[in-house]
């Protein structure tokens, strides 16, 4: 059975979250990753697997060792699709911000 992975499904995971900001700075193999975990390694593999199927993570070939690095043209088109969000949002804080120090001085 081959599964369509969503790059939203992918990030609501805790542990895939934990894996993108690990990589972030720098590309790490999966032994590395896995040793930042408290899971066992097969665990951590499938989480590699669902965050390169979705893009967001690229591999690369070592000699033996693939390191894993993170994909930053995925992560804009995440940032890209929340950014109207976190407008509204700041715009209604902001209202509220307004409300608020008006309804205080009165």
């Known amino acids: ?16 979250r ?3 900001i690990l990589v972030a700075t720098q590309s790490m193999t999966a032994g590395a990753i896995a040793a930042n975990f408290d899971t066992a390694r097969p665990t951590v593999s499938k989480h590699l697997q669902i965050l390169t199927e ?10 033996r ?12 088109e995440v940032a890209d699709f929340i950014e109207p969000f976190r407008q509204m949002w700041e715009e209604r804080f902001n209202k ?9 001085k009165k």
């Open 18 to 20: 934990a894996i993108l």
């Open 65 to 76: 060792e693939v390191h894993y690095h993170l994909n930053a043209k995925k992560m804009k």
């Open 96 to 104: 509220l911000e307004t409300i608020m120090k008006n309804y205080k």
């Open 1 to 16: 059975m081959n599964l369509r992975r969503d790059v939203f499904q992918a990030i609501a995971d805790p542990t895939r």
């Open 54 to 63: 979705c893009e967001l993570l690229k591999q690369e070939q070592n000699g």
